[in-house]
């Protein structure tokens, strides 16, 4: 089956070759700030999260005067257009809408193919009225992306798929039952960890980084203060796993010195987390849990990051078995969202329980990159509504479709339906929870985004 074209249409400058560079994966084409650098029209094949299709960057509309739309369109991108199964029309969210892009829009709208919209250069908010004034354009909800950073892949997704898709469920949804794990390799471990001053911290840091272990590759810088180190973790059965260790906070220097006047901001461990797939939050066993850790513990999981809390310094802490008890207990409580967060007691002085806490981490990894296929998704979807069908507001029925996991690494889904904008949060919860438990995700953050479907 020859796959489906995606036609890449938008004035100069709007990061058409850059989308498409990322989308392909080469670095084909040159990206420069003078308008119309790219000329040629440029094919390939790109993957979006498991959607696969052609796709043409079209300089067309890239004439000499780029602020006027030539009458004569090129003819090259109107055959890109017409050949293709939709066109996604890319705007500068930065730049707002200007009155090129509306000329644009008006072709496009007398053309036969379906147009999808998204609003490019969108990283960091910079471009929220643009995004909003893309609205206008006629096109419906503008997907918010930034092709230079590759933010926004699963809205970008969600625009496409019901024009390469059209029939409702993707094909895999009898076939492909095997293909559950992510196919992408997953690389070292990367790790942070992070826990108010004197959770014992720079030890854990130290105790992993241990003399006998081997550290496979330099420090390397990721920030001015921010360091990875990599080292290969030895398993049980004598192999290695490949970890990096990210050290924001200079713990691995600070080891013996008695500069504790840091505090742990939400913010400090947010830079922390930026590296990292795992965080381990490490709390001291003779403080307990304090509504301080419940914060961090919320925002690593806010930045879709694994989570994996650590109850250190249990060499020395009294009770065991009530402590652990009602730490599992107020985490429950505390981080209702994603019940069972892996709990582990360690002592960063001794090292014990280090080889059951990188094991965990290892675990939560494989659970945060996770990839179920649509058809087992839709499997356990249908028994899940079956048992408790949806609410019909008004009494009309909200009707569920399908369900298809938009992104991984943490785990994503898309919910299409009928009125799902009507759907109870506690219904999505319900879902969500499901997911987790019942599709193997265990304690990783879980995203659902509802999507109207005819
Ligand atoms: P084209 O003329 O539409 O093909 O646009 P290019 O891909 O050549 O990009 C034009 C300029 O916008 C270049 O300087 C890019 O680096 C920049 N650009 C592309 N995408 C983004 C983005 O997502 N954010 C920002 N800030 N700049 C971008
Ligand atoms: P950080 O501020 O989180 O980096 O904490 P440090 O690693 O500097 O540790 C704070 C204090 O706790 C130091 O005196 C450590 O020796 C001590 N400490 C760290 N881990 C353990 C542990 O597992 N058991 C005991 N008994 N003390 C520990």
């Given at each position: 089956m020859p796959l489906p074209t995606v036609a890449i249409v938008g004035r100069p400058n709007v990061g058409k070759s850059t989308l498409f560079n990322r989308l392909v994966g080469k670095r084909l084409a040159l990206v420069d700030d003078r308008p119309g650098v790219t000329r040629d029209r440029r094919e390939g094949e790109a993957e979006l999260i498991g959607l696969k299709f052609r796709v043409v960057d079209t300089a067309g509309f890239e004439d000499e005067d780029p602020e006027t739309l030539p009458g004569r369109m090129r003819?090259?991108?109107?055959?890109?257009?017409?050949?293709?199964?939709?066109?996604?029309?890319?705007?500068?969210?930065?730049?707002?809408?200007?009155?090129?892009?509306?000329?644009?829009?008006?072709?496009?709208?007398?053309?036969?193919?379906?147009?999808?919209?998204?609003?490019?250069?969108?990283?960091?908010?910079?471009?929220?009225?643009?995004?909003?004034?893309?609205?206008?354009?006629?096109?419906?909800?503008?997907?918010?992306?930034?092709?230079?950073?590759?933010?926004?892949?699963?809205?970008?997704?969600?625009?496409?798929?019901p024009h390469l898709e059209p029939e409702g469920p993707p094909d895999d949804v009898e076939a492909d039952d095997e293909d559950e794990d992510e196919d992408r390799p997953q690389g070292p471990l990367k790790l942070a960890i992070v826990g108010r001053p004197n959770a014992g911290k720079s030890t854990l840091v130290n105790r992993i980084l241990g003399e006998d272990r081997m550290i496979t590759g330099p420090e390397a810088g990721i920030t001015r203060d921010s360091i990875a180190i990599d080292m290969d973790w030895p398993t049980i059965d004598g192999g290695t796993r490949?970890?990096?260790?990210?050290?924001?906070?200079?713990?691995?220097?600070?080891?013996?010195?008695?500069?504790?006047?840091?505090?742990?901001?939400?913010?400090?461990?947010?830079?922390?987390?930026?590296?990292?797939?795992?965080?381990?939050?490490?709390?001291?066993?003779?403080?307990?849990?304090?509504?301080?850790?419940?914060?961090?513990?919320?925002?690593?999981?806010?930045?879709?990051?694994?989570?994996?809390?650590?109850?250190?310094?249990?060499?020395?802490?009294?009770?065991?078995?009530?402590?652990?008890?009602?730490?599992?207990?107020?985490?429950?409580?505390?981080?209702?969202?994603?019940?069972?967060?892996?709990?582990?007691?360690?002592?960063?002085?001794?090292?014990?329980?280090?080889?059951?806490?990188?094991?965990?981490?290892?675990?939560?990894?494989?659970?945060?990159?996770?990839?179920?296929?649509?058809?087992?998704?839709?499997?356990?979807?249908?028994?899940?509504?079956?048992?408790?069908?949806?609410?019909?507001?008004?009494?009309k029925r909200i009707k569920l479709r399908y369900l298809t996991q938009a992104k991984t690494r943490p785990p994503g889904f898309i919910l299409f339906g009928t009125r799902v904008d009507q759907l109870p949060s506690s219904y999505q919860r319900y879902l969500v929870n499901g997911i987790r438990k019942e599709l193997g995700f265990g304690a990783v953050p879980v995203r659902l985004t509802l999507r109207a479907a005819k």
């Amino acid at each position: 089956m020859p796959l489906p074209t995606v036609a890449i249409v938008g004035r100069p400058n709007v990061g058409k070759s850059t989308l498409f560079n990322r989308l392909v994966g080469k670095r084909l084409a040159l990206v420069d700030d003078r308008p119309g650098v790219t000329r040629d029209r440029r094919e390939g094949e790109a993957e979006l999260i498991g959607l696969k299709f052609r796709v043409v960057d079209t300089a067309g509309f890239e004439d000499e005067d780029p602020e006027t739309l030539p009458g004569r369109m090129r003819q090259q991108t109107e055959a890109a257009v017409r050949g293709a199964d939709v066109a996604l029309f890319l705007i500068d969210s930065r730049a707002g809408v200007t009155p090129l892009d509306e000329e644009i829009a008006r072709w496009l709208r007398e053309q036969d193919t379906p147009v999808a919209l998204a609003a490019n250069k969108a990283e960091g908010r910079a471009g929220d009225s643009g995004v909003l004034e893309a609205f206008a354009l006629g096109f419906g909800d503008p997907a918010p992306i930034s092709a230079e950073h590759g933010e926004g892949i699963a809205d970008l997704f969600e625009a496409l798929l019901p024009h390469l898709e059209p029939e409702g469920p993707p094909d895999d949804v009898e076939a492909d039952d095997e293909d559950e794990d992510e196919d992408r390799p997953q690389g070292p471990l990367k790790l942070a960890i992070v826990g108010r001053p004197n959770a014992g911290k720079s030890t854990l840091v130290n105790r992993i980084l241990g003399e006998d272990r081997m550290i496979t590759g330099p420090e390397a810088g990721i920030t001015r203060d921010s360091i990875a180190i990599d080292m290969d973790w030895p398993t049980i059965d004598g192999g290695t796993r490949p970890l990096r260790l990210i050290d924001t906070a200079g713990l691995r220097k600070k080891a013996r010195v008695q500069d504790k006047l840091e505090k742990l901001s939400v913010a400090d461990t947010l830079r922390a987390v930026d590296f990292a797939e795992v965080v381990v939050l490490l709390l001291d066993a003779t403080l307990g849990l304090e509504a301080q850790d419940l914060r961090i513990a919320d925002a690593v999981l806010q930045e879709g990051r694994a989570l994996v809390i650590a109850l250190n310094k249990w060499d020395i802490a009294g009770d065991p078995s009530s402590l652990f008890g009602g730490v599992r207990h107020a985490l429950d409580e505390g981080l209702a969202q994603v019940k069972g967060v892996p709990l582990i007691a360690v002592s960063a002085a001794t090292g014990k329980g280090l080889g059951q806490l990188i094991d965990a981490a290892f675990e939560v990894r494989d659970a945060w990159s996770k990839r179920v296929s649509t058809g087992q998704l839709n499997r356990w979807f249908e028994r899940a509504v079956e048992a408790n069908p949806p609410p019909a507001p008004g009494g009309k029925r909200i009707k569920l479709r399908y369900l298809t996991q938009a992104k991984t690494r943490p785990p994503g889904f898309i919910l299409f339906g009928t009125r799902v904008d009507q759907l109870p949060s506690s219904y999505q919860r319900y879902l969500v929870n499901g997911i987790r438990k019942e599709l193997g995700f265990g304690a990783v953050p879980v995203r659902l985004t509802l999507r109207a479907a005819k």
